[in-house]
């Protein structure tokens, strides 16, 4: 089975302009959770999405946002970019979200904001 | 809330020696799960045990152990006979099973650098 899958790899924008990321889920995996790790403030959870829904979201601003399409596939959006948001993104599946539920993450995309 | 800590920020050790990796968790349910996972210099994390908080049963696979114990609510990760290859950061997770989803709470990695 082919793993996690995240496009691009590697992007570099300008404060200001917004980004979209977008993730592709292990094959049947209904869940796709994002993460942002930065080296201030570690790994952490953005937000997951189910069934083309939000199900959970951490603390974020609004300028952070994302989607779910019918085939699982998830974007997440960045508008407004500013330096801090510069960071690997890392996307993670699993089958339906539960907690006891493994989720497998993706190599990632290091934005890098200038 | 839910917290993990990883209290070691950086291990150096010699190829061959054993190495732990402490982990200390704090949560109020009752029922969640512990997760290790290693993310080598290009970036993708790699899954390498759950463990529930109703199995505290040690875990052995190859050379990596992993010891739970609940009453100090500690998953430590042990790598026996280390090699360069073992060379990563690696991270202790932690979700809770009710409300929480599968959000994971991490703690902020250990630095594992084997060498020659």
């Known amino acids: 089975k082919a793993g996690v899958t995240q496009t691009p790899r590697y992007l570099i924008k300008t404060r200001g302009q917004q980004v979209t990321l977008s993730c592709s889920p292990i094959s049947g995996h209904r869940s796709v959770s994002w993460y942002q790790q930065t080296p201030g403030q570690g790994l952490q959870f953005l937000f997951e999405?189910?069934?083309?829904?939000?199900?959970n979201k951490g603390n974020f601003p609004g300028r952070f946002s994302g989607r779910q399409f019918s085939n699982s596939r998830s974007e997440m959006n960045v508008s407004t970019l500013e330096l801090g948001d510069s960071a690997l993104y890392l996307c993670?599946?699993?089958?339906f979200g539960q907690g006891e539920e493994t989720q497998y993450f993706g190599p990632g995309t290091r934005l890098l904001v200038l | 809330a839910q917290k993990v800590t990883q209290a070691q920020t950086e291990i150096s050790v010699v190829e061959k020696e054993d190495v732990t990796l402490d982990c200390v968790y704090e949560?109020?349910?009752?029922?969640?799960?512990l997760f290790w996972y290693k993310q080598p210099p290009s970036g993708e994390l790699v899954f390498l045990i759950r463990r529930n908080s109703f199995d505290e049963q040690n875990e052995i696979s190859g050379r990596y152990s992993w010891n739970f114990q609940k009453s100090t609510s500690s998953f430590n990760f042990t790598i026996t006979a280390s090699q360069v290859v073992d060379s990563a950061v690696y991270f202790c997770a932690l979700s809770e099973a009710w409300g929480g989803g599968n959000k994971l709470t991490f703690g902020t990695g250990t630095q594992l650098k084997v060498e020659l």
């Open positions: 999405y189910f069934s083309e829904t939000q199900r």
């Open positions: 949560t109020r349910d009752t029922t969640y799960y």
């Open positions: 993670a599946s699993s089958l």
